[in-house]
C-alpha cells in the first residue's frame, strides 16, 4: 500500500469586531475551514473551545480580537488575539464548575484540549495577548 503524505500545514486568521455575533461568524468559519481540510473528526470539539476563547475575547476587552488556526504535524492549534495584554483569569478546578456563574470557559478549554496556554503578544506598536489550545488528530 503507497504511503500518503502528511497533509501540508496551514493558518488562518480571522479578524474580528468586538461584537457578541462574532462568536457565531468564527464557529462557522471554523466548521467550514477543517471540513474542507478533511479535519470533520475534530469540528465539534474544535468549535467548542474556539467559542470558549473567541467568546472570552469579545466579553472581557473592549477592543478588536481575532480568530487563529494553524494546522501542523496532526496538531491543531486554535487561538485568540485580543488587545488586552492582562492575563486570563486561572480556570476553575472542576469541582467548582456546578456552583459558577461565570469562569467555565478557560476549565471546559482544559478539559478539552490537548495543551492549552496564553502568552503576551506585543506587534506593530499593537499590545495584547494569545490565548491557545491545540487539539492533536490521534
Do not use: F
Request: proline share 9%.
Amino acid at each position: 500500500m503507497p504511503e500518503t503524505e502528511p497533509p501540508a500545514p496551514w493558518e488562518y486568521t480571522l479578524s474580528i469586531p468586538n461584537d457578541p455575533r462574532a462568536v457565531t461568524v468564527c464557529r462557522r468559519t471554523l466548521r467550514l475551514i477543517l471540513t474542507l481540510h478533511g479535519l470533520i473528526n475534530l469540528v465539534d470539539t474544535a468549535e467548542l473551545l474556539a467559542a470558549e476563547l473567541i467568546s472570552n475575547a469579545v466579553r472581557h476587552t473592549t477592543g478588536p480580537a481575532a480568530l487563529r488556526l494553524r494546522w501542523s504535524g496532526g496538531v491543531l492549534r486554535i487561538g485568540a488575539w485580543d488587545a488586552d495584554p492582562e492575563p486570563p483569569d486561572p480556570p476553575l478546578a472542576l469541582d467548582q464548575l456546578t456552583c459558577a456563574e461565570n469562569g467555565r470557559g478557560l476549565a471546559l478549554v482544559r478539559a478539552c484540549s490537548d495543551v492549552w496556554g496564553w502568552q503576551p503578544q506585543s506587534r506593530n506598536g499593537n499590545r495584547g495577548k494569545y490565548v491557545w489550545c491545540q487539539l492533536a488528530t490521534a
